[in-house]
């Protein structure tokens, strides 16, 4: 038998995956990209100066540095982000999203708050839909990574 912490940390899970597997067929087939691949746009785009070093984004992301290579590489080529140079370090490469790449997320933000508006306003009232946002962010309050 597991215990109310262990039980609530698991429906968490279940949801987001739940709602990452709704987000990934649209987001193919309409925006011709994958979730992780709107989670790193979004990350450059919630980022000080809209560019984060490949270390950064792997941190943020909670993947490899490698991984992300391999995810920016095929979006280098359709244009979605660019490289920069840092001024004072050239081994030092930032990612970055490219005109096509912030309209790409522009769009793609709009499907996403539109899933996240079913699942919220299909099952609670906007008092309740408060107090879930205010729980959420006493849940994630130390990260400094937070994409809302």
Same mark, same amino acid.
């Given at each position: 038998?597991?215990? %109310?912490?262990?039980?609530? =940390?698991?429906?968490?899970?279940? !949801? =987001? &995956?739940?709602?990452? &597997?709704?987000?990934?067929?649209?987001?193919?087939? #309409?925006?011709?990209?994958? #979730?992780?691949?709107?989670? %790193? %746009? %979004?990350?450059? *785009?919630?980022?000080?100066?809209?560019?984060?070093?490949? !270390?950064?984004?792997?941190?943020?992301?909670?993947?490899? +540095?490698?991984?992300? @290579?391999?995810? @920016? =590489?095929?979006?280098?080529?359709?244009?979605l982000v660019g490289r920069e140079l840092d001024d004072?370090? +050239?081994?030092?490469?930032? #990612? !970055?999203? @490219? &005109?096509?790449?912030?309209? *790409?997320?522009?769009? =793609?933000?709009?499907?996403?708050?539109?899933?996240?508006?079913?699942?919220?306003?299909?099952?609670?009232?906007?008092?309740?839909?408060?107090?879930?946002?205010?729980?959420?962010?006493?849940?994630?309050?130390?990260?400094?990574?937070?994409?809302?």
């Amino acid at each position: 038998m597991t215990d %109310l912490y262990t039980t609530n =940390a698991l429906r968490l899970l279940q !949801v =987001a &995956d739940s709602f990452r &597997d709704g987000l990934s067929g649209e987001f193919s087939a #309409v925006h011709g990209i994958s #979730v992780n691949e709107f989670l %790193l %746009l %979004l990350h450059i *785009k919630h980022s000080a100066s809209n560019r984060l070093s490949r !270390v950064e984004l792997a941190k943020r992301m909670h993947v490899s +540095a490698s991984t992300i @290579t391999r995810m @920016t =590489a095929p979006m280098e080529k359709v244009g979605l982000v660019g490289r920069e140079l840092d001024d004072r370090d +050239a081994r030092l490469v930032f #990612v !970055v999203a @490219t &005109d096509a790449g912030q309209e *790409k997320l522009s769009e =793609a933000l709009a499907t996403f708050s539109k899933r996240a508006s079913y699942l919220f306003n299909d099952r609670w009232e906007g008092e309740e839909v408060d107090q879930f946002a205010s729980m959420l962010g006493r849940l994630i309050g130390r990260t400094c990574d937070t994409l809302a």
